[in-house]
């Protein structure tokens, strides 16, 4: 278990690029609660091992300094730290920032942050519990009981999303970001569990549940598809979500505030089909013009031109 002990550390979360900053996200912690799976492991060795990840320890006020950059931040009281930087000249693709914290240079630790290519013809927002991964998200009891008796060798992640992620960010060409309501405690675990299947690495905007965590959840993912379509002003965009929480409402609000923006919706639904409230969302969806296909599954989506 890696970073055991009485120090703080720096856990790293992927970030994103705006027209002129990078924004690099992650938090101080006085250690970090890792463990690699094994195929044959046991629920309750599950259990125990998504457990530690909401164990953490968070250190606030820890000065952490971009040494390259010079830019500085403090950790909030829930141990997150966010620093802005200028983008400068910096070419397209995945780049790794330097973190310390500042007067430990042995703490130094690489931060990534994405630029979008130049010839990106769109951008992909997706959710993640049953869109990307099976969860049962409409369901407090199995939500729970999904999340904390798997791993990322067990869990299971939809082929049709594997497939759908792959033909709409063409090889990585277009761009793909992650709004969800898991906590910010699954970053690690997430971003593993999408490497194992084969999706796209893409920018996460989990929720905080601690003190200064106010957001609920339709408002939490209103505010991160706000930011992320201010941060690529150049793109349109398409969602991708399912019904069985509030995302056809969270989408039609995205699809009224920035007209034009928006170029497809794809809702995953229950097989017993929308609520009624989401069935009117998505035909708000529809008539303000935005194609909106909404099944059992991703197989049939039709992707925009």
Not at 77 to 82: A, H, K, L, N, W
Not at 136 to 162: H, I, K
Not at 186 to 207: C, E, I, K, N, V
Request: aromatic residues 8%; charged residues 25%.
């Amino acid at each position: 278990m890696p970073g055991h002990g009485d120090d703080p550390l720096l856990e790293p979360y992927r970030g994103f690029a705006t027209p002129d900053r990078l924004v690099v996200r992650g938090r101080v912690l006085s250690a970090l609660r890792r463990s690699e799976p094994e195929p044959e492991q046991s629920r309750w060795t599950n259990l125990k091992q998504m457990m530690s990840l909401f164990f953490t320890a968070e250190v606030a006020g820890v000065e952490v300094v971009a040494p390259k950059s010079g830019v500085r931040g403090r950790s909030d009281p829930e141990g997150y730290v966010r620093l802005e930087m200028p983008r400068g000249d910096q070419a397209p693709g995945w780049h790794q920032v330097a973190v310390e914290i500042a007067g430990q240079p042995e703490t130094r630790t690489a931060f990534p942050v994405l630029i979008p290519r130049l010839d990106a013809r769109l951008g992909i927002i997706s959710d993640i519990d049953d869109t990307m991964i099976e969860t049962g998200s409409y369901s407090l009891a199995r939500n729970l009981w999904t999340t904390f008796t798997g791993s990322a060798l067990t869990r299971r992640v939809f082929d049709d999303s594997v497939r759908l992620m792959a033909a709409l960010t063409e090889g990585g060409r277009n761009p793909a970001y992650y709004v969800s309501s898991s906590p910010w405690n699954l970053h690690h675990f997430l971003d593993h569990l999408f490497a194992q299947a084969g999706l796209g690495s893409g920018p996460m905007f989990l929720r905080d549940f601690g003190l200064g965590g106010t957001a609920g959840h339709q408002d939490h993912k209103t505010e991160a598809i706000a930011a992320i379509l201010e941060a690529n002003p150049e793109l349109d965009f398409v969602l991708l979500g399912d019904t069985g929480q509030k995302d056809a409402f969270v989408y039609r609000d995205a699809v009224l505030r920035d007209p034009g923006r928006i170029r497809l919706v794809a809702l995953r639904e229950p097989a017993v089909g929308s609520p009624p409230s989401s069935r009117a969302a998505i035909a708000e969806i529809e008539a303000a013009g935005v194609r909106c296909h909404h099944a059992p599954t991703f197989e049939d989506v039709q992707l925009p031109g």
